[in-house]
């Protein structure tokens, strides 16, 4: 019997995976019965399960007042039982309208001022979940109605939070009116008011019967000096805003110029936050598109910083300026572009929008685009009727911040352009800057192979420096048979010719005339008349990403065009000039008598050399070039060596970091020493002195390997082998490696000490000539016979040929197998495998080169000079004939070299690449997700429009309804919903969650 009695009282105590115990289904089943059988078998009556809630609890909960009334008789004392969220028994009655229940529970002593962990006490928390009869009985009770919960959230304000349009009916319009009215306008601990939390939930009920309330504030702050009104246009409830506006009407207040603690007015709140209906009506009721917040933006501004671009297109309608400028002279533009916005963008080019404007930094719409990297909408500016207007604009720069400055020029700083911008950080929009500087008269003529086919090169974008800056003057054109060509300075929009409006660019086929007098007019205005090679458009481009745009037919024409004027002629000349001292300082080195000579040696041991004869082992001829030859050599050296200096003085690190030039100074300065021969007799060298020659020999005629690297035919063979030679480099310390664990262990094995001895010298008799026998036995120079039979080793009958046989005979093969076979292998494998990239980047590397030969030579043109080889446009024919001294250029020398028109055209519309094509069709997704988006937008407020419209309905029938379309319904979770219950303000459904999940 004691046994079952133990076995009893364990089952007292059982508890499910929610800890549940048997009494807490007793309660929620309502058995009372059972409840008494329970607590008379010993069972807990203050057992908690998940979140502390009692049996009590769910009794209060269901309104089961017997058990109530039993679980009490036990213990009187758990009457005021806190869960975890410290809700008592009374708690759960008012949120779910027990008010028999609370009329019990306060006769049992129950708190009615207790409070839960947001200090609600019972009478707001039955005000929250809509019980008016629960909330009718607390007041009755004295519940005091001066409450508020932690946020400072009175009864009135949690009633119009909650939208429990019975209860704020009863408290502002009802029988509590005489104070419930007064708390119409009581504040939260944020200063907002009930129907700020009204307009701000969209509870469009809840807040017409504030309205209608005495002594209301429409006009009340908030702390950030925000009104109902401005909160609205936040959420974007049209109909609340709308509201508002009626009530302000009939009250003569005027609240569309209210501003919160920014400067916003509801219209600007409304476009920053994207609420396109919100907007409207705002509109619609006067508000004007033209305020300006503290930031001195209008609304225009803001809408498109948040790319809304309906709102946009809806400001322009309502004749919004589209170039407001704000405090730092920023336009609505400038805003779209830094933030990525192309549609706005759009929007605002296609209605006048000017890309020229300038914000305080010297910055237009373009160069914003290119600074925060949004190519798209680069790529519109520059695809847009302004994209002219949008190149020409210099920026300049403080070179000790590195940063823009705004004003022009001043001392310490650069310029830039939008063109440098753009080649340096986007490439496929150069490309079609490029393109669109390439006009043709396609439709014009019958084909692209009709003579009088022409293209226009606009190259103003290319050639940013302003030469002359007084220069202004009209230029009436010249042309030739083949092509003709502008000035930077007369190179604007002209009146027929180059008009930024024309939509023809690369191959369009847009006609290009001319004006009647032939005429154009000088606009544009680029930056000082200081010179850099460093800082021109082609310089920057070969140094760049972008450099296979050097082959775009604007950027290559325009490189011929400098080549053809006056590179070539330089470069041709100094090749010539160069040549001439490579074969004055061979010729000089081979006439010259060796140190080593029988009447050198007597000269140079000061021996009596009276009756010598030099002539005795050289020519007399040689003996007379000998002096003319050095003193060429000497002189040409030191002139080289001056234009090196000056060269270093000009360009400091950029002169350091090129490794020609230290090859050059080597060259000049050993070329000195060993032409400044001196002896009194034959002009012999000194041994040194011949050392030096012979190298300065070799850096000769490499020297000149790399000056002919710029010709057309010969210059890309030498770029090739120059990849291949830095290919080499980059295996140089693994040869490095293998060579020396060759080179040391060969001296260890076949060193043969008695050769030695017996004064024979042999390839391995020290470190340095094992080093330099290794590396020449890698090419193949094996000479296996003379290595393995050692003279010194023979000596001894019955010997080996060799000291070591066995460790010799093993690292011999692996050498065989490692150097000749496997590494030489690998350099030739590399190069042939890169052999076709580099025939394809070898013609850019060249252009290149001649960039930087072309564009040093200008940089040292006088300026009077210079101003008349730079051109701002130039027109080509390339259908028709050349003269033969042309022909006999382009077919030979490739000197004076322009493309036909079919692969002009096929160049100015080439295939995307595959990556390019990938991106294309990447961005063109991304167009589809925001239209997606803004159609979901759109859709979201028709829905807005239609529940709004439903709700009047009902209103006019008299039918109090939830706008939401969804019926009131009792906090998540329950097990009997109560009437009229809805979520908490606090945090939505934060009771529920916190009371009822553990009575599943």
Known sequence: MIMCFDKRIDMMSWKDKEYNTPLHFACE??????????LLNNADPLACRMHDVTPLHIAAKEGFIDIASVLLQNDASEIDIADANLLSPIHYAAQFGKVKMIEFLLHKGADIECQDTDSYTPLLTSAAYGQLQAMKALINAKASTDDVDRNGKSLVFITAEEDQVQILEALVLGVYEKWGSELVNTPDAIHNTPLHIAAKKGHINSLKILLKASHLKVDARNEAERTPLHLAAVAGHANVINELLHYAEENDKDILKDEDDDGNTALHLACINEKFQAAKALILAGADPEDRNARQWTPMDCAAESGRVQIVQLLIDAEAQVDPRDINNATPLHVACKAGHIKVVN???????KVSICDSKGFNALDVAIENGQKDVAMAIVTSNQWMSALRNVTYFDQSTNSAVGGGAMGGATFTTPMR?????????AEVVFNRCCQTNEDAVSSIDHPDYKINFIYEFLEDFRVDSGYSRRFTRTRTARRRSVPIEEVASSAGDFDEDTEGGGGGGRAIGDDNEGNVGYQTTWGPVGYSRQDHCLQILANSKSVELLKHPLAANLLHYKWFKYGQMLYFSNLFIYLLFVIFLTSFALASLSPNSNTCQIVLSNANSSSLSCTAETSRASQYFVPVGAAFVILFAIIKLLFEFIQFLKYRIQYLLDWVNYLELLLFVFAILFAFIYTEDCYCPHKWQWELGAIAVFLSWIDLVIFVSKLPITGIYVVMFMNIFYIFLKLVFLAILLVLAFAFSFNMLFNDPISEAMGIRTPFMNSWRSIVKTMTMTTGEFEFDSTFRQTGSQSEAGSDDIQF?????VLWILFLILMPILFINLLVGLAVDDIKGMQESAGTNRLALRVELTLTVEEYLPLWLRKNFIVGRDTIYPNRKLGFIKHLLYNVLGVFRFDSAENIKNALNAPPAPIEEVQQQNQ??????????????????QNERLLAVVSALAESQGVASNVSGIPPSSPAHSLKPAPGSTSRGRSPSALSEKTTTSFI
């Open 347 to 353: 929007v605002l080019l296609e209605n006048g929008a």
């Open 924 to 941: 063109a997704l991304a167009r589809r997700v925001d239209d997606l988006c803004s159609s979901v937008e759109t859709l979201s407020e």
């Open 29 to 38: 089943s309502g058995n009372c019965e059972i409840v008494k059988l329970l």
């Open 421 to 429: 911008r753009i080649i340096r950080k986007m490439p496929d929009v």
């Open 805 to 809: 046989p066995f460790a010799s005979y």
